[in-house]
């Protein structure tokens, strides 16, 4: 999957031919009105640290000239927030609530934490991706090829980057220990967190 480059530079390209010129106190402006983000946030979850995370966001945005606004909220009062809409950039943990995760970070339209929000889409465009990631679904429980799975998940994964409403901007690695008397065991590179072929997995007490 193509992926764009961080470049400040050419960042800074784009947003001067916008009319988004840098001032000197360090923020773009265009017709008097500053370049400006507004980053929603939970507070600290799972002992990670939201407040590096928002460190790291607000001096990438500055960078190419942004000021940055950041509201830390508790999660009941995040939520209606996140809802509403009343964020530029957001960030926070959340689970699979659908039982088709085969794909990790819940793609499909209709998980209740998915990262495209397609699901009650009237968009027509939208709509019709919507469908077809559905279909795609369906195919992954029958398709045994791997190859075709693979050329199915390609395609998902397109889809949602072309069409997302939303983007996951933050994700951390997990670490695995597995006893040395566990034989065969393989950890799939999904976020579902699952032993891969694990009819294939056996024990060695002796």
């Known amino acids: 999957m193509p992926v764009d480059e961080y470049n400040p530079q050419e960042a800074a390209r784009i ?5 988004w010129k840098l001032g000197a106190d360090g923020i773009r402006y265009r017709d008097g009105k500053p370049l400006k983000v507004e980053i929603l946030s939970t507070q600290l979850e799972r002992a990670l640290s939201y407040g ?4 790291i966001i ?7 000239g942004f000021a940055t606004e ?13 809802r509403a809409g009343n964020w530029h950039v957001t960030f926070h943990t959340h689970n699979f609530s659908s039982p088709r995760t085969m794909f990790g970070a819940v793609l499909d339209p ?18 019709q991706v919507a469908d077809r ?27 949602v980057q072309e069409h997302q409403l939303l983007s996951w901007l933050v994700h951390w690695e997990a670490l695995y220990a597995i006893q040395p008397w566990v034989k065969n065991a393989v950890i799939t590179s999904s976020t579902t967190d699952v032993l891969y072929r694990l009819h294939e997995v056996w024990l060695d007490r002796e």
Not at 58 to 64: D, P, Y
């Open 15 to 19: 947003l001067d031919e916008a009319g």
């Open 52 to 55: 590096l995370m928002n460190q």
């Open 58 to 64: 607000q001096e990438s945005l500055a960078r190419i």
């Open 70 to 82: 950041m509201r830390t909220l508790e999660w009941g009062a995040y939520l209606n927030e996140f």
């Open 110 to 127: 209709d998980g209740y934490w998915n990262v495209n929000q397609h699901g009650k889409a009237t968009d027509p465009v939208l709509a």
């Open 133 to 159: 990631i559905r279909e795609i679904y369906t195919l992954q429980a029958t398709t045994l090829d791997d190859e075709e799975r693979f050329a199915q998940w390609r395609e998902v994964q397109m889809l």
